[in-house]
């Protein structure tokens, strides 16, 4: 019988497994879905110590589940698998990346400190929030690793970063970002990576963070967010997620937990896709620039391979055909691939940035006008190519 704590277990056994520990003593060969809003309590005093220590973030031991705000099981066992896949002794899973998202910077900021500091390029969204200072911090960004150190500040309760950063994929050095760190805890987006090319907290970060709704999820069909740490960040994100309202659902849940079965192959296979659709954007003339982690210009550093802090480049790319105009014609005229935020799908999506994901970010900060970003799936990547043609030669 497997267990998601089974050091023998790699990487692809784990994501089959983890999690599914209950199903054999459950008799049931796929994870139910336990939808019960509210649970029966044995007794008044029980019922009260269960409640007391899932609202302050405790784990449920032998008690109730007591209301599904504060623990779900079928959310519980998605949240195994990923603590398992990433290496982490606790995960906690929300509604949302950005839910998520809510949450560290609420914890942080009670456990540490207002102040963050963020390195750019992020996500439209974590930027967005971080700008406005919505939940009351305060944030320094900054460009690259080089200026987090002198950023941080006695009350700096997070570093913020993402690897490789949405949308034009710059790379990161985790290493040297928790050494810059100094100290202060490090959130690491891990959302284009997934635990199966990178592991964050194997470099001392702290927190692992995802948009399921990308590529743990990946058919374009689930919202939800999960973040990756140790027990006392677990302790410390619960209770947020509990007040706040934003545990995942266990729809969701059920749905982010299969996803991870297929997500080794699905990474593998796209990745294989995206390698052969760059080779073919590099041979076309519009196309001023291609970025992807799998190519030197993108990875000065040498952080990309077997063996290294990200162990293949993906399946995102980034392309740059000069202008907003030709970059808007390109992404209208597509035919197999979708025109659509988001990505990580099993289908292929394209979308442009400036206009749409990176519109909330300040216009120092926004990619160019003349980037498009392509999210890479398991069609034939002959196909995809062909569309990419097409659509360009319609474009010009
Ligand atoms: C989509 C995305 C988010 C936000 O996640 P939602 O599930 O849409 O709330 C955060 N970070 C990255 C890198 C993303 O791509």
């Not at 635990?195 to 963070?209: C, E, F, K």
């Not at 073919?280 to 990875?299: I, N, T």
Request: aromatic content about 4%; overall charge negative; proline content about 5%.
């Amino acid at each position: 019988m497997t267990t998601s704590n089974d050091a023998r277990l790699r990487l692809d056994s784990l994501a089959v497994h983890a999690g599914r520990e209950d199903l054999q003593s459950l008799g049931v060969h796929a994870s139910p879905i336990d939808l019960s809003s509210t649970n029966p309590l044995p007794d008044v005093e029980s019922g009260g110590d269960a409640y007391e220590r899932l609202a302050t973030g405790g784990d449920l031991g032998d008690g109730s589940a007591v209301y599904q705000r504060l623990w779900n099981p079928t959310v519980a066992r998605f949240e195994r698998a990923l603590a398992a896949l990433e290496g982490a002794e606790a995960a906690v899973a929300f509604a949302s990346g950005m839910a998520a998202v809510t949450a560290v910077l609420t914890a942080a900021k009670q456990r540490r400190g207002a102040h963050v500091v963020a390195v750019r390029p992020l996500y439209g969204g974590t930027d967005h929030l971080l700008a406005t200072g919505l939940l009351g911090t305060e944030t320094t960004f900054v460009d690259d690793v080089e200026h987090v150190a002198r950023a941080v500040r006695a009350d700096t309760g997070l570093v913020v970063a993402e690897t490789p950063g949405n949308p034009t994929l710059e790379l990161i050095d985790l290493q040297a970002l928790v050494a810059a760190a100094q100290g202060a805890p490090v959130l690491v987006d891990n959302t284009f990576a997934t635990p199966v090319l990178q592991r964050p907290l194997d470099h001392g970060v702290a927190l692992s963070l995802h948009s399921a709704t990308k590529y743990i999820g990946g058919h374009g069909d689930v919202l939800g967010g999960v973040v990756a740490c140790d027990a006392a960040w677990a302790r410390a994100l619960r209770p947020v997620r509990a007040i706040t309202g934003a545990i995942a659902h266990p729809f969701s849940a059920y749905l982010m937990h299969r996803g991870l079965q297929t997500l080794p192959l699905r990474v593998r296979a796209q990745q294989e896709g995206a390698r052969r659709v760059v080779a073919a954007l590099q041979g076309m003339s519009a196309v001023r620039e291609v970025r992807y982690p799998g190519l030197a210009a993108c990875d000065p550093s040498g952080l990309v391979g077997e063996g290294k802090q990200m162990a293949g480049p993906g399946s995102m790319i980034a392309i740059d055909l000069g202008s907003s105009s030709r970059a808007a014609a390109v992404a209208e005229s597509v035919r197999l691939f979708t025109h659509a935020v988001s990505l990580g799908s099993v289908d292929s999506l394209i979308q442009h940035p400036a206009s749409l994901t990176h519109r909330p970010v300040a216009a120092e900060a926004r990619p160019h006008a003349g980037v498009l970003r392509l999210s890479i799936g398991l069609e034939d990547p002959g196909d995809l190519i062909a569309d990419l043609e097409q659509a360009i030669a319609a474009a010009s």
